[in-house]
């Protein structure tokens, strides 16, 4: 089992830059999946990025490549989400995730099993 809490948002102009963090407890959590969606007001779920528990395996949402970028300190049991050229599209709710395998479909929320409560991003333009 895993408890997963964010944090590090806020507000940021467009173009800025912004770093999320996901702390998360619970056994075995270098073993985990973890990722990140995000979700607005009137908006649809939508993938962001997703870390497997190896090195190098990642995965991007295509409206982010390019701009964010996602890593993990097993360490510190924390997953980041580096974001940069903020654009005011950004504005939502950033939700971490994680579960104990990688997902052939790894932008399908529904196959993430771990769900933290979000923290807010929003972009000024």
């Known amino acids: 089992q895993v408890q997963l809490v964010e944090s590090g948002g806020g507000l940021v102009q467009a173009g800025g830059s912004l770093r999320i963090s996901c702390v998360a407890s619970?056994?075995?959590?270098?073993?985990?999946?973890m990722g990140w969606f995000r979700q607005g007001s009137g908006k649809e779920r939508e993938f962001v990025a997703v870390?497997?528990?190896?090195?190098?395996?990642?995965y991007y949402g295509d409206s982010v490549k390019g701009r964010f970028t996602i890593s993990r300190d097993n360490a510190k049991n924390t997953v980041y989400l580096q974001m940069n050229n903020l654009k005011p599209d950004d504005t939502d709710v950033y939700y971490c995730?994680?579960?104990?395998?990688?997902?052939?479909?790894?932008?399908?929320?529904?196959?993430?099993?771990?769900w933290g409560q979000g923290t807010q991003v929003t972009v000024s333009s």
């Open positions: 995730i994680a579960d104990e395998h990688l997902p052939l479909r790894v932008g399908e929320a529904d196959e993430y099993d771990y």
């Open positions: 619970g056994s075995t959590f270098s073993s985990y999946t």
């Open positions: 870390i497997g528990w190896k090195d190098g395996d990642r």
